[in-house]
C-alpha cells in the first residue's frame, strides 16, 4: 500500500497521478487528506480516501495504517514553527503506524541551505532518522510555479519586482517532482537514499523577465530592490505576513546561491531533461 499526503495540493494530487499512470492499482494507493470531500473524484477512481490532518494527530496514525511506502509532502502553512509542529505530528504517527518507508519531500541541500525554510526541513529530517524507519528524503529545488504563477500579472505591469539580483535559480516544475516521487515510490533501491533534486540548468529573475517578454511579445523588466520595499510591495497586495517574510527571506539567500545548485539527479530519476525556463513559461502564459 502506497498512502500520500496532502493530495488535494499540486504535488500530492499530480503524484498519485503519476502512479496511477505507472500502473499502480487503485486500490493499493490511498490518500491522507485534511477534507475528504475534495478527493471524491480519486475515490470514485477506487483510490482509498483517509482523514489525515496534519493538525489533528489523533487522525494520522488511522490515515498510514498499512503503508508499506508514504509519501510525505511537507506543510505548506506560512509559519515555520507551525510547519514543524505539524510534521512533528506526522512523524509521530508514521512510527505509530509502522509504515514501510517515508518518503519525505524536503528542500534542496537541507543539512546546508541557509533559507529559513530549511531549518524546517532539516529539523524534519533529523526526527524521521530518529525513528529507525527506512527513508528516501527527496530534497526538491525550488518550483518554477512559484514565480510563473505571476507571469500574467507581469505581462500586464510590464515588470518583475524581487531582491534575488543575478542570483541563480535551478528550478524544475512540480510535474518533474512529482514524477520522481512516484518513481521512488514504486521502485527499490532507495532506501536511505538523499537525492539533491534541481532542474539541469539554472537561470536569474532577470532571465525570467526576458523570456516572458520574448514570448509575450511585451516588454517586461526585472527591477530588483532592497528586500524592505519588496517585503512592502508584497504586504501592500495582501499576502499574509507570514508568506511575505518566506519569500523575501528566499530571495536574499538566492543572491548567495542558495537555490543554484544544479545535479543531474531528477533527471536520472525521472529518465527525461526537466522542464525548462522557455516550457515554463509558456506554460504559464497558454491561458
Not at 539541469?200 to 523577465?209: C, F, G, R
Not at 499576502?239 to 543572491?255: F, I, K, N, Q, S
Request: hydrophobic residues 45%; glycine residues 8%.
Amino acid at each position: 500500500m502506497i498512502v500520500v499526503t496532502a493530495a488535494t495540493g499540486r504535488l500530492g494530487r499530480l503524484t498519485v497521478e503519476n502512479l496511477l499512470a505507472r500502473g499502480v492499482s487503485p486500490a493499493d494507493i490511498a490518500v491522507a487528506v485534511r477534507s475528504p470531500e475534495r478527493a471524491a473524484d480519486l475515490a470514485a477512481r477506487g483510490v482509498q480516501v483517509r482523514e489525515g490532518d496534519y493538525d489533528r494527530p489523533e487522525t494520522l496514525a488511522p490515515a498510514f495504517a498499512g503503508a508499506d511506502r508514504l509519501l510525505f509532502v511537507s506543510a505548506s502553512a506560512h509559519d515555520n514553527d507551525l510547519r514543524i509542529a505539524q510534521h512533528v505530528n506526522v512523524v509521530a504517527a508514521a512510527q505509530e503506524a509502522g509504515v514501510g518507508r517515508v518518503v519525505y519531500t524536503s528542500i534542496v541541500e537541507a543539512d546546508t541551505n541557509p533559507l529559513d525554510l530549511a531549518r524546517v526541513h532539516n529539523d524534519t529530517e533529523q526526527r524521521i532518522r530518529a525513528t529507525g524507519l527506512p527513508y528516501t528524503f527527496l530534497r526538491n529545488s525550488w518550483y518554477f510555479e512559484n514565480y510563473t504563477a505571476g507571469v500574467p500579472g507581469a505581462v500586464e505591469r510590464g515588470g518583475i519586482v524581487g531582491t534575488a539580483a543575478d542570483g541563480r535559480i535551478a528550478a524544475a516544475s512540480i510535474a518533474d517532482f512529482a514524477e520522481a516521487a512516484a518513481v521512488v515510490l514504486t521502485t527499490d533501491g532507495h532506501d536511505g537514499r538523499v537525492y539533491e533534486l534541481t532542474g539541469d540548468t539554472s537561470w536569474t529573475v532577470a532571465d525570467l523577465a526576458a523570456e516572458v517578454s520574448r514570448q509575450s511579445g511585451k516588454p517586461v523588466a526585472y527591477t530588483d530592490l532592497p528586500a524592505e520595499q519588496l517585503a512592502e510591495i508584497l504586504a501592500g497586495a495582501g499576502l499574509p505576513a507570514g508568506l511575505v517574510a518566506l519569500l523575501v527571506d528566499a530571495e536574499t539567500h538566492t543572491r548567495t546561491g542558495a537555490l543554484g545548485t544544479v545535479t543531474d539527479q531528477l533527471r536520472t530519476l525521472i529518465g527525461r531533461p526537466t522542464t525548462t525556463l522557455a516550457d515554463a513559461v509558456a506554460e504559464a502564459l497558454k491561458d
